[in-house]
């Protein structure tokens, strides 16, 4: 799940689309269903670890990479890509 929070709170800011909603995360593919409480708290996880930031929405809490989620990232994308490898061949019949 975090793997998957991470790269689209990456593709949001690198398209300069605005922060992301814990139910927009928690509609996204591979994320489990009726979770937003679980998906809360793994985003302010990483807001505790210094990689995402609090952004006001409307009357919500959005949630957006900032330089140091960035910059983590980027040092961790390649490694990052054979856990979904692995995680996809386990999958395929």
């Not at 040092?75 to 490898?85: E, K, P, T």
Request: with cysteine; glycine share 8%.
């Amino acid at each position: 799940m975090t793997l998957i929070v991470m790269h689209e709170l990456f593709e949001l800011r690198r398209q300069r689309k605005p922060a992301s909603t814990v139910h927009h995360l928690s509609t996204l593919p591979g994320m489990p269903t009726q979770r937003d409480q679980r998906i809360r708290r793994l985003v302010e996880n990483l807001c505790e670890q210094g990689l995402v930031s609090r952004v006001p929405v409307g009357e919500l809490i959005g949630y957006e990479l900032n330089g140091e989620g960035v910059s983590w990232w980027n040092l961790h994308q390649s490694v990052l890509g054979l856990f979904r490898s692995l995680r996809e061949s386990d999958t395929s019949p």
